[in-house]
């Protein structure tokens, strides 16, 4: 099937990462690829200029993964960051998830699961399957003993110990009966439950940290990379070609906003007392003032594809990219006209 511009886009912008495949697996040979994997990441000279993919924080400290297993860390709310003293992997990370103010998780290809009890300072290799690269996209954890990990073709995984031991969980058949699912994005809800957002317009919700699943269609066909829950409740999805999709009833009943860009959606968050924040490819920043329905818009003057983004502790956005970090990230609300 031929790939539009914006799914050309992101198999550069994220290598590969949404769309399951690695790059180091094409480019370079699967067991090349493999043998990479197993070895801890370097030191990287320009650490803050990698494509990063995921990034979170507890307290000040801000932690953002990426290509080839790097991890970096900030102290002052981004103004500078260093590489994490060991990770021992190079696989691609593709999402990094704070417990607590000292157990961090991360995830991403050939189901690699770290686990870092100092803050993201080292980290310690809890799962891993190098017969075949089947990605981790997310992970989730509740507190420092219950999380959940998400990827490639349903793959779902659970711990109630911290990740000593990671039991796979069987989600709910597709409503077409295709196949697995691909589940890109793990979020928190307003009363202890978890969501994850998946391809073909599927959403899941988890009442039970992550043991069940109950799907919600939302109508759209297409794929949802990124979604967030709202403080009233409201439930907010996006992805492919910009598409948003909001319920304001737990999923029950869903409808399209108006997001104002064809560029794909690639993360977001309710950013407190503001809005719904958002990023997207094509160097594409959204906000919305009215819970979801609607959204500002800005874009970067190099349009370099936006990845990841995680709230400071002073309420202001960090961003990452292709590039690595953003330091001219643009918030809709300042352009006028929007």
């Known amino acids: 099937m031929a790939m539009n511009h914006s799914i050309r886009r992101l198999a550069s912008a994220l290598a590969a990462a949404f769309l399951s495949c690695s ?117 989730w954890f509740k507190d420092a003993r219950h999380g959940v990990a998400a990827g490639l073709f349903s793959l779902l995984l659970v711990t109630s110990n911290g990740g000593t031991t990671w039991d796979p969980v069987k989600m709910p058949a597709p409503l077409n009966n295709k196949g697995d699912l691909n589940l890109y994005k793990l979020f928190p809800g307003v009363d202890g439950d978890v969501w994850l957002a998946a391809e073909q317009g599927m959403v899941y919700r988890s009442k039970d940290l992550g043991q069940s699943w109950t799907a919600f269609p939302t109508g759209a ?4 990379w990124a979604g967030a829950v709202l403080p009233n409740g409201t439930v907010v999805v996006g992805g492919l070609t910009g598409r948003v999709m909001l319920s ?25 007392d503001v809005g719904l924040f958002a990023v997207a ?44 970090v953003v330091n001219d990230l643009i918030m809709p609300s300042a352009v006028a006209g929007k």
């Open 23 to 139: 790059v180091w697996a094409q480019g370079e040979g699967a067991d090349f690829a493999a043998t990479l994997g197993k070895l801890p990441a370097a030191h990287a000279p320009q650490a803050t200029q990698v494509l990063m993919l995921g990034a979170t924080r507890a307290g000040k400290r801000l932690v953002a993964v990426g290509d080839r297993g790097l991890v970096i860390l900030s102290d002052d709310d981004g103004k500078t960051y260093r590489q994490a003293r060991t990770v021992p992997t190079r696989a691609t990370l593709t999402a990094v998830w704070a417990a607590d103010a000292s157990h961090f998780f991360a995830v991403g290809h050939w189901g690699v699961i770290l686990a870092s009890a100092d803050a993201g300072e080292t980290w310690t290799l809890q799962r891993s399957d190098f017969s075949a690269d089947q990605p981790l996209f997310s992970v």
């Open 221 to 224: 066909k297409g794929t949802f």
């Open 248 to 272: 304001d009833d737990q999923g029950k009943t869903w409808h399209e906003s108006e997001s104002g860009t064809k560029s794909s959606i690639t993360d977001m968050m309710a950013i407190p």
């Open 281 to 324: 490819l094509d160097g594409i920043s959204l906000l919305s003032l009215d819970g979801g329905h609607t959204f500002r818009t800005a874009q970067l003057t190099d349009q370099r594809p936006l990845t990841a983004l995680a709230l400071k502790s002073d309420g202001k956005v960090a961003a990452y990219s292709q590039n690595g």
